[in-house]
């Protein structure tokens, strides 16, 4: 079978999902294209042949379309999640699931309410060979439970329309998500660390910062998010457990010698870096979609995701020192998810 998909909202993630899909990718086509934007939305279907919608609400209910994939805007998330869920549709919705921990919890209802999983919210790191070899170490138990995580996030620069609070909720929520499912527990705590301030940032940023989460447990957790660094694109992490360490190693595809010394490549961005994971992370959805079961991380992971962002902006942007994180208690419906990962 064909997975025939919508998408709605193709910009750069959605461009790079389509290629994918259309070049790499088995038991998916692109047959649909929604944007806000007419003449963009004609632009990416027409090398594809793919139909251009007016809008998200009539791609998702066309019958050409099985599947949806939602890469709009994050506040425009909500609406076409909620009602391809309610088309019974599956729907593959890049981070975040939506904006706020209100809006997570409504797409929760509309999902309990169809009576069976249908989101798969696109946190890839989770599919991340490193970050998957991590986790087996840690699971296997040899070196211990883990105490502590440390770790980074840069960015070489972001663009002035980066705003103060996406240090948190666009950048440090993939570390979010990766230590919640790294550790398989929630964070009760949340406060942000604020060093000396980079020249190389706007003005009404604060770059570097220090997120700091603690789990129930106890772990801590620190996330230094510098989205400046202008060296390239460097994602790191260490977990410290009782008899060992385990950490992500050096990102380079190809080491070299010369007169200048010894040299690393470095990832220019999360595209680069992750290419692997994104595909792994595709090609699960597509396959979960074939099997009729959508697998992966959830509305509820998006939900909790929001909500720790929620209370590290606070924490950030009113000096609100040590915040506690409050959630629901999960619901029976979310349990024993397991994640189909694809090799
Ligand atoms: C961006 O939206 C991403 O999702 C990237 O993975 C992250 O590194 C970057 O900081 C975000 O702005």
């Not at 944007?35 to 251009?52: F, M, S, W």
């Not at 970050?131 to 620069?157: F, S």
Request: negative net charge; charged residues 25%.
């Amino acid at each position: 079978m064909t997975v025939r998909i919508g998408i709605i909202g193709p910009g750069g993630m959605g461009e790079a999902h389509i290629q994918r899909i259309t070049n790499l990718l088995s038991g998916g086509k692109v047959v649909a294209v929604a944007d806000i934007n007419p003449a963009r939305a004609k632009a990416v279907a027409e090398p594809l042949g793919a139909t251009v919608y007016p809008d998200g609400a009539s791609l998702i209910r066309a019958e050409e379309v099985d599947a949806i994939m939602v890469t709009s805007f994050g506040p425009a998330h909500e609406e076409s999640v909620i009602r391809a869920i309610e088309a019974g549709k599956p729907v593959f919705c890049e981070k975040p699931l939506a904006p706020t921990a209100a809006a997570c919890l409504r797409i929760m209802a509309a999902e309990e309410k169809a009576g069976r999983r249908l989101v798969q919210v696109g946190f890839m790191r989770r599919y991340d060979a490193s970050y998957r070899q991590m986790k087996a170490v840690l699971d296997g138990g040899e070196i211990g439970e883990a105490l502590m995580v440390h770790c980074a996030h840069r960015n070489p620069t972001v663009p002035e329309s980066y705003t103060a609070d996406m240090a948190i909720n666009d950048t440090a929520i993939h570390e979010i998500d990766t230590m919640r499912w790294l550790l398989g527990e929630e964070f009760v705590t949340a406060r942000v660390d604020k060093p000396k301030k980079t020249r190389n940032r706007f003005s009404h940023l604060q770059d570097p910062l220090v997120l700091i989460l603690e789990s129930e447990s106890g772990v801590r957790v620190d996330d230094e998010i510098f989205v400046n660094i202008q060296y390239g694109y460097d994602i790191r992490c260490e977990a410290v457990a009782e008899k060992g360490t385990v950490s992500l190693a050096d990102q380079n595809l190809i080491e070299r010698r010369d007169g200048g010394g010894h040299h690393n490549q470095l990832a220019t961005d999360h595209i680069d870096r992750f290419d692997g994971a994104f595909t792994t992370e595709l090609q699960a959805w597509i396959r979960s979609v074939e099997a009729g079961q959508t697998s992966g991380p959830s509305s509820w992971d998006g939900y909790a995701a929001a909500v720790v962002c929620d209370a590290g902006v606070k924490a950030l942007t009113e000096d609100a020192g040590v915040v506690a994180i409050t959630m629901i208690a999960k619901p029976a419906f979310y349990a024993n998810e397991k994640a189909v990962v694809v090799a």
